[in-house]
């Protein structure tokens, strides 16, 4: 009788022996399940600045694979962050809801910019503003169309083959962070340096003409800092043609008033991009006109038709956005 109590204790001792050993294991497993969903979740619990200054510490879903495949090392961004601490925005990009286009301190060593010397570099601000986007915009949201940034000018992106920003590839997309999304990329993005009149001289001769038109209408002061604007720009060729439509032999012939009406005419309020054009009505600062997508004209008030230019659409300006056309349009 007693050999069996004593049987029953010590089987009774090795299950609750048992019973530990997996209690303990379980336990282990639960923590590294834990600790390894705790990783995952590091960069997301994280706010956009944190995760860029702490990029190398925090598991934000990089591994060196992702980037040694591909020959590059693990991204580091001592450079953005110090341009961040140089024009005040760290607060921002902790606090706001925003998509960042993150050049990597590769990427501004191309550029001979690093940590130290990146302070000196005129407009600095601006060029930051133009790699944040409004919101949290993952790469699945992605088109191909202009991406209004922070700045006010836009981004091109082009997900025909990856994804690309202006000229600048992606190579680490939608990394969380809990205040937004952040996409690494291995080129600066440089914002439009220079206004809408700027970007005609820029351009001279093609268009001289239209440069001395708005120079006439007294219209040099509106298109160099109001806007944004939307500019239809005819070439020199298309004034050529207008005047000897009109008969006359220059500029000179006509009134103050009559170019000043013709040039609102090709003016539109706000960035209009090729991408967010729609067939149809078009309101300018001086009546309507018609757009065609399906054959690139725009039909004015007098049923006359200009071709929109492919290969010069888009063009930026700091405060707007050209679309060269081939002939001059008139309202009523």
């Known amino acids: ?90 607060s921002t990009i902790a606090k706001e809801e925003l998509t960042i286009f993150a050049p990597s301190d590769e990427a501004f060593a191309a550029l001979g910019l690093n940590e130290t010397n990146i302070g000196t570099v005129p407009n600095l ?41 202006n000229d600048a590839s992606v190579v680490k997309a939608d990394i969380k962070a809990i205040n937004g999304v952040i996409h690494i990329i291995d080129k600066v993005l440089l914002p439009p340096s220079k206004n809408l009149v700027e970007v005609a001289l820029a351009n001279a001769p093609e268009f001289s003409i239209l440069v001395a038109a708005v120079q006439k209408a007294k219209l040099v002061e509106t298109l160099s800092t109001g806007g944004p604007f939307t ?23 006509l009134s103050e008033e009559t170019v000043k009406n013709v040039l609102l005419y090709h003016v539109v309020n706000g960035r209009v991009f090729s991408t967010d054009l729609k067939s149809g009505p078009v309101t300018t600062l001086n009546g309507t006109v018609n757009v065609n997508l399906s054959n690139l004209k725009i039909t004015d008030a007098n049923m006359r038709e200009a071709g929109l230019v492919p290969s010069l659409l888009n063009v930026q300006a700091k405060n707007g956005v050209i679309h060269v056309i081939d002939r001059v349009i008139l309202p009523k």
């Open 125 to 165: 601000k601006e060029i930051l503003l133009y790699h944040a986007v409004a919101g949290k915009v993952y790469s699945t949201m992605l088109t191909s169309k202009f991406v209004p940034t922070v700045n006010g000018a836009a981004v091109k992106i082009d997900v025909s083959s990856g994804v690309m920003v």
């Open 1 to 90: 009788m007693k050999r069996q109590f004593k049987n029953v204790i010590n089987q009774t001792n090795a299950f609750r022996m048992v019973v530990v050993f997996v209690l303990a294991f379980a336990t282990v497993s639960c923590d590294k399940e834990d600790d390894m969903t705790s990783m995952q979740a590091s960069s997301e619990s994280k706010d956009i600045a944190y995760v860029l200054e702490n990029f190398s510490s925090v598991n934000a879903g990089v591994t060196e694979d992702d980037f040694l495949k591909k020959g590059k090392k693990v991204p580091t961004f001592k450079t953005l962050v110090a341009a961040l601490v140089q024009e005040k925005l760290v």
């Open 231 to 253: 500019v239809f720009a005819p070439t020199n060729a298309a004034f050529a043609a207008l005047l000897a439509e009109l008969k006359v032999s220059s500029l000179d012939a």
